[in-house]
């Protein structure tokens, strides 16, 4: 999938994060489109923020991106990373839609 940059980087994140919300199983679930909301880690929901913060299956490449960032990336600092490290954060959620 190819992302276009806009000048305004959160805008980039939040279009890409609502572009892919499809694939989300609590999404599917809401429309009657899957009969299970709950994600592949067994957890009851599986949205975007459990996804992006939470999900054991992506613990290693959000560490790694925690790492080089120098910041936790979780519910309550998810505004910090759209505004200062947007380019990472987009990086991260590709890898997480990848496996959708």
């Not at 305004?8 to 939040?14: H, I, L, R, W």
């Not at 429309?31 to 290693?60: A, E, K």
Request: with cysteine; aromatic share 14%.
């Amino acid at each position: 999938m190819k992302v276009k940059i806009f000048s305004d980087k959160g805008f980039a994140v939040k279009s890409l994060s609502e572009q892919k919300n499809g694939k989300i199983r609590q999404y599917l679930y809401n429309i009657g489109y899957s009969i299970v909301s709950s994600c592949w880690c067994g957890m009851d929901t599986q949205n975007s923020i459990h996804l992006f913060c939470y999900c054991p299956r992506f613990m290693c490449s959000r560490f790694q991106i925690e790492n080089r960032c120098g910041l936790s990336l979780n519910e309550e600092t998810l505004s910090i990373w759209i505004t200062k490290f947007p380019m990472q954060l987009i990086e991260f959620l590709l890898l997480i839609y990848e496996c959708l």
